[in-house]
Each structure stands twice: as structure tokens, then as C-alpha cells.
């Protein structure tokens, strides 16, 4: 029965096994049997869960564009950067798209070559190589590209702090368009337009979608072009493209650079997953097949299943991997670029997994300092942002992750809730204990000198050891029902799944389910804890807590839960590997019930 808010406690729980007390997100939902016995709408309680009011509801239950899409000209520069992109267009301009490496900037370079090709123009890209080029414009790659005759570039997924770069180009008599969704100094570079909802200069109309992506972004600018030529009558002759066709690449590159799902964002994604499921784009498609999914993708796979692949390109490949994937019309080409994405994810896996056992011998040698900094020689600067994040994950613990080459090392940061990583990292280089560096709260990127770590390292300690105390102290997990493993349905499930999409702005429902006993607990895999648990109603499920065989919930489960009660809580999902649909638990915390 539902009941107020500020009943936020959940079963009296102050200390879970991994360390956290449980609270409602909303209010008090405990179910009892299940979805079979709601008397209210559990999709209603779910969105006012998550910040909406009561009045916008309704359009949140099926997020469409009509409901969120804003007019693309409240962004500063937007109807100038559409301008210029429809004066290429009509005049057949050599024109480059200029991305990134990660999926973000291969999804926003898809999305503007896609759009121009439906408009009858053929743009070029250049996407840099990570390890060679690193990130962002350089100024000699945009000067050779207006040596090869493309009198405009549009970057996209960055260029919002490449002033050097852009002055060069735009010595060089290179017109620029930067399409982006980072921070903003308050000088701008010298280009055509500067596209970026984080403009220190943006509306508050604009600077509401800072959230936005910059495949997003990209989008955005896709609508106004197509609105100017229109204007201009160029579609007097020729039929308008199907923007919405676009989605997809939008709902992939949202969802993988972990974007929030909140408002235009989730319309994004809830559109392109219907976009994605009719397999209209021949690299899409090829994709899914590539990442063995026997079902039309949903959220989730996007960022575990088809992103990781395009991201593998980048990291371990070939960075042009792709956007050449996304754009192609070869069928025969899109099966064997996403065939050798796969085999490169899997090489990226087998590189990260060597760096992780490598940086987690170190774990002992950090003793109890507050944030973990582990360094080794050799390391691919590839793969270091995801151990930093694994690392994070396992210990709760800020993690810097540094991949030596000689006498400096490239690093890659992830934090905790409350720890603003990016800021540190910011200060110690105005202290001059890096070489670069920058970020923002969440994760960061650095260059440092072997001679400084250490002094690098304990600077970290003494400026966040605070923060992290404070943010081990209030660690909360946040509930959204409760139920009895009867409850634990198809049924429950489809309602659950009904709120969706879900993702770091929209969280996924959390349920706790309860009390067991636990029948079974072992260890799959490497590392993952897979335990049955069976409750006093007679019923009983499987669960399964990732990467967690040696953290002290999973040594809980596996070596001292026998005999005892217990509450379990994670996200409730099908598991359809096997001929009859079955509800598991992604297990993600557990609580003594005596």
C-alpha cells in the first residue's frame, strides 16, 4: 500500500552488507504478492518518483518529440550554423565532418552525413586516431583538410576549448562550425558558430538541455538546416528527408556517452529504440547481429552490447571503424566492419582485463587512502578509463588509473557520488602537479610525470578525503517497491518496464525482495555471486550480483547467509536465454532481516 513520502526508511535497514541504508525513493510501495494486487497505477508512482510533476505525467508515460523537441533557434548560434551548412549544400561545397572517437562523436558524424547525403551532398570525415592524435581538433589535421579543398568543417563532439586548433584553421581561411555538448571557457574560438547548450553564454532555455549529448545536439542542427533550405525553396524540386530516421544513431550515442534520460533525452531514446527496431539502417543492423541479440535492442544493450562495439574501434582499432559502420550503404561492408568491431571488442576486453588484474594487485599497497591512484608501465591508455571505473565500483572508492609510457603517463579518473573528481584534478594542475589535465565531477583525464605521482597522489588524498567521508556516510539505496518473491512476475516486470527508458537521470525501478533464505550461492564466471533464494510464501528465484564474488556483500552471501534471513535488492528482469521466459534478480544489495 502506497503511503507518504516521508516514510523513507525501508525495513528499519541502516546497514546493508554493502554498507548502505535503504530509503524509499518515493513513498512506501510494498506490494505484498505483486503487480496482481495494485490497487493504483505503479507507472504513475514510478515517474512522480523520479521528479515529474503531477500535471506532466501523461507525457512522460510515452515520451515522444512532439512533447520535448524545443525550437532548434533558442540555441545561441544555431540558426547561423544552419545558414552556413545549407549555403554548402545548395553550393556544393567540399565539406568534412571533423569527430571523435568514442560513440558520441561517431553517431553525431553519422547523423551529419546521413542528413547531407538525403540532401544530395557527399561530405568527407576525419576521425583522429586516440593514441596518435588524442582528442579533440588539431590544427594541422583542419589546415590539411582545407588544403585537400574542404572549405568547411563542422566538428562534433568537440572543439568547444580548441582554441589554438580553431585559430589555425581560421587563419588558414577554413570555415568552422563546432557542434558540442563540454564546458565552455567564456572566450569562444574563432569560428563560424559555436553550437553547445553549455555555452556560458547560452539562454536558460538553452542551457536546460546541457544535458543533451552531442549526437543530440547534431540532431538539433540537422532540423534547423533542413527548416532554412526548406525556406530557401530547395525542397520545391525534391522531397524533404526523413529526419526521424535518424534516431537511431541519436538513441545509441545518448545512452552510450551515459547521458541523462531525462525530458528531450528520453524522447530520444524511446523514439530511436522503435527506429532501430525496424533495421533500416544497414550498419545498425549489421551491428545488433554482430552483438548476437536475438531480439529488437532496448536500452540497456545500447550501452552494453552495441556501444562497447562501436567504442572497441576507437580504443584498441581503428577510430574510423565507426562512423564508416553507421554511414554505409554496402551491406556486405557493414557485416565485415561490424564482424571486426566484435573481435576488437573482444581483444579490448582481454587488454582491459590484464590491466584491471594488474591495477588490482596493487589495491593492498594503498592501504587506507582515500582515493586509489594505480600506475603501470605499459598500460593501454585504451582500456584505463573503464578499469578506473570497475575499480570504483569494487572499492566505493575514487579511482585514477595511469598508463605509464616512460617519463609521463596519460590518466583516466572515475568518482563516487558527492566527489567532484574533475575539480581536484583542475587544481593539481594550477599547482603544477600535472602536465594537463581536466574533467568534470564524475571522471576525469590527465597527463602526468612519473616524478610527480606520488605527490600527485597524496594532493588527491588531502583535497577530497572530506568529501568522501561525507559521501560514505550518507551512501543510500534508493527503493522504488517491495515485494514478496511470489511478486517476482512477468507481470511485475512488463509494469516496471512500462516507465522505461531507463538510464543516469532515470533510474531503473529497484526493488527489494523478501525475506529469504538462501538455498544456493556460488560462483560464476570469474568473479559473479549467483545465489537462489527462497521465500516464506514458497516461492523462490535466482539472482545474480556482478563482479562481486570478493567485495564483503559477496562474501556475506556465499560464506555467512546460511540459515539467516535476508532482503535482496536490485532490478528485477527477464531472463529469456531459455525456452520459457524466467524474473531474476540483478542483485545489487542484500540486508540481514533478523
Not at 48 to 70: I, Q
Not at 266 to 286: E, H, P, T, Y
Not at 489 to 513: C, I, Q
Request: some cysteine; hydrophobic content about 45%.
Amino acid at each position: 500500500m502506497l503511503s507518504s513520502p516521508a516514510s523513507l526508511s525501508v525495513f528499519g535497514v541502516e546497514r546493508s552488507l554493502s554498507g548502505r541504508r535503504w530509503r524509499w525513493r518515493g513513498g512506501n510501495m510494498a506490494l505484498g504478492a505483486g503487480a496482481a494486487s495494485l490497487d493504483h497505477d505503479i507507472l504513475e508512482q514510478l515517474i512522480l518518483a523520479r521528479g515529474v510533476a503531477a500535471e506532466d505525467v501523461d507525457k512522460h508515460r510515452h515520451p515522444t518529440l512532439r512533447d520535448f523537441l524545443p525550437d532548434p533557434s533558442l540555441f545561441n548560434d544555431m540558426d547561423v550554423a544552419a545558414e552556413r551548412l545549407a549555403q554548402a549544400v545548395v553550393a556544393g561545397e567540399k565539406t568534412t565532418i571533423y569527430g571523435d572517437y568514442d560513440v558520441d562523436g561517431a553517431t553525431s558524424a553519422a547523423v551529419l552525413i546521413r542528413l547531407l547525403r538525403m540532401l544530395g551532398h557527399e561530405a568527407d570525415y576525419y576521425i583522429p586516431d586516440r593514441l596518435l592524435e588524442g582528442y579533440g581538433p588539431l590544427g594541422e589535421a583542419l589546415v590539411a583538410l582545407g588544403q585537400r579543398g574542404s572549405s568547411l568543417v563542422v566538428t562534433v563532439d568537440c572543439g568547444a576549448m580548441a582554441h589554438d586548433a580553431l585559430s589555425q584553421a581560421h587563419e588558414a581561411g577554413i570555415d568552422v562550425i563546432v557542434v558540442d555538448h563540454h564546458k565552455c571557457s567564456a572566450e569562444l574560438p574563432r569560428v563560424v558558430a559555436m553550437v553547445n547548450p553549455n555555452r556560458l553564454d547560452e539562454s536558460d532555455d538553452g542551457a536546460a538541455h546541457g544535458h543533451l549529448a552531442a549526437v543530440g545536439v547534431a540532431f538539433l542542427l540537422a532540423i534547423a538546416t533542413v527548416r532554412t533550405l526548406r525556406r530557401k525553396g530547395f525542397f520545391n524540386s525534391r522531397p524533404e528527408p526523413d529526419l526521424m530516421g535518424l534516431l537511431d544513431l541519436v538513441a545509441l550515442g545518448t545512452v552510450a556517452d551515459v547521458a541523462a534520460l531525462k525530458g528531450l533525452n528520453r524522447a530520444f531514446v524511446s523514439q530511436g529504440l522503435k527506429i532501430m527496431g525496424r533495421r533500416g539502417n544497414i550498419g545498425m543492423a549489421a551491428l545488433i547481429d554482430a552483438s548476437r541479440l536475438s531480439r529488437a535492442p532496448i536500452a540497456s544493450d545500447l550501452g552494453f552490447a552495441l556501444g562497447p562495439r562501436i567504442n572497441a574501434g576507437g580504443r584498441v582499432g581503428e577510430a574510423t571503424l565507426g562512423v564508416r559502420l553507421l554511414t554505409t550503404r554496402d551491406p556486405e561492408e557493414a557485416r565485415a566492419i561490424a564482424a571486426k568491431l566484435d573481435v576488437l571488442n573482444e581483444e579490448r576486453r582481454a587488454i582491459e582485463a590484464a590491466v584491471q588484474e594488474a591495477a588490482e594487485e596493487q589495491l593492498a599497497a594503498q592501504g587506507n587512502r582515500s582515493v586509489l591512484l594505480l600506475s603501470g608501465e605499459g598500460w593501454h591508455p585504451g582500456v584505463i578509463g573503464i578499469v578506473a571505473g570497475r575499480i570504483k565500483e569494487k572499492t566505493g572508492k575514487p579511482a585514477v588509473v595511469v598508463a605509464m609510457d616512460g617519463p609521463t603517463g596519460k590518466g583516466s579518473g572515475r568518482s563516487i557520488s558527492g566527489v567532484d573528481l574533475g575539480a581536484a584534478i583542475l587544481a593539481a594542475r594550477d599547482k603544477g602537479l600535472l602536465v594537463a589535465g581536466g574533467g568534470h565531477a564524475m571522471a576525469a583525464g590527465l597527463t602526468v610525470a612519473a616524478e610527480s605521482l606520488d605527490a600527485f597522489h597524496a594532493f588527491l588524498d588531502e583535497t577530497l578525503s572530506a568529501a568522501i567521508s561525507r559521501s560514505a556516510e550518507g551512501r543510500e539505496m534508493l527503493l522504488d517497491l517491495a515485494i514478496a518473491p511470489g511478486g517476482m512476475t512477468t507481470e511485475l516486470v512488463d509494469h516496471l518496464e512500462g516507465a522505461g527508458p531507463f538510464g543516469v537521470g532515470w533510474p531503473g525501478p529497484k526493488v527489494a525482495v523478501g525475506p529469504v533464505r538462501l538455498i544456493k550461492a556460488d560462483v560464476v564466471g570469474s568473479d559473479h555471486v549467483r545465489i537462489i533464494g527462497h521465500g516464506e510464501d514458497g516461492r523462490s528465484f535466482k539472482a545474480i550480483a556482478f563482479r562481486s564474488a570478493a567485495t564483503e556483500m559477496g562474501q556475506q552471501l556465499l560464506h555467512a547467509a546460511q540459515g539467516r534471513r535476508l532482503w535482496l535488492a536490485g532490478r528485477a528482469k527477464l531472463d529469456d536465454w531459455g525456452n520459457v521466459p524466467r524474473v531474476e534478480l540483478l542483485l545489487e544489495d542484500a540486508a540481514w532481516a533478523d
